[in-house]
T-cell receptor, first 108, second 112 residues
Framework: GQQVMQIPQYQHVQEGEDFTTYCNSS?????IQWYKQRPGGHPVFLIQLVKSGEVKKQKRLTFQFGEAKKNSSLHITATQTTDVGTYFCAANDYKLSFGAGTTVTVRA | ETGVTQSPTHLIKTRGQQVTLRCSSQ?????VSWYQQALGQGPQFIFQYYREEENGRGNFPPRFSGLQFPNYSSELNVNALELDDSALYLC???????????FGPGTRLTVL
């Protein structure tokens, strides 16, 4: 099955700063999905990217799918305490193959 | 809220016992997928049910089995529990096999 790797594993961010988390695959992906899991919670769907080079924005979150459809990124601007959690990318070919996630903590 | 519900919320079992976890899918969804999430890791795919048939299976032994009912709700059964089975078990429903999956709150299983 498809495998995705995420970096960094942990991201400690000062409130108000920006950060980016990356998702990489050795194979071409049909699509990539992003989920957010709050501490003690369950994964919540954020977005799906399908097209090569696709860029989608949700308020302060910007998602990008690479031209070769082998990588994706999530960029968050002006980080807030509500951004705390673990962000997962997942390849979807009927089953979701999740990366290990990037766990984000925010310093106020 | 996704409309996907799971029961029970928490469960404590001992090694060798059997457990059944339940999931009600979101209205209009005919596909249910089950995932195991160990502490600090991403969810791992167990299997998927589509219209009451198993549609695919991850790298889990046969003691992990499931069912889907005519109303598209689903059960995950685990026999001969092992300590490593301690995890958060998530079900996710979707409108179709490859459609976006929406997760329930999960069942936290502890095996002692």
């Amino acid at each position: 099955g498809q495998q995705v790797m995420q970096i960094p594993q942990y991201q400690h961010v000062q409130e108000g700063e920006d950060f980016t988390t990356y998702c990489n695959s050795s194979t071409t992906l049909s699509n990539i999905q992003w989920y957010k899991q709050r501490p003690g919670g369950h994964p919540v769907f954020l977005i799906q990217l399908v097209k090569s080079g696709e860029v989608k924005k949700q308020k302060r979150l910007t998602f990008q799918f690479g031209e070769a459809k082998k990588n994706s990124s999530l960029h968050i601007t002006a980080t807030q305490t509500t951004d705390v959690g673990t962000y997962f990318c997942a390849a979807n070919d009927y089953k979701l193959s999740f990366g290990a996630g990037t766990t984000v903590t925010v310093r106020a | 809220e996704t409309g996907v519900t799971q029961s029970p919320t928490h469960l404590i079992k001992t090694r060798g016992q059997q457990v059944t976890l339940r999931c009600s899918s979101q209205s209009g969804h005919n596909t249910v997928s089950w995932y195991q999430q160990a502490l600090g890791q991403g969810p791992q795919f167990i299997f998927q049910y589509y219209r009451e048939e198993e549609n695919g299976r991850g790298n889990f032994p046969p003691r992990f089995s499931g069912l889907q009912f005519p109303n598209y709700s689903s059960e995950l059964n685990v026999n001969a529990l092992e300590l490593d089975d301690s995890a958060l078990y998530l079900c996710a429903s979707s409108r179709a096999r490859t459609d976006t999956q929406y997760f329930g709150p999960g069942t936290r299983l502890t095996v002692l």
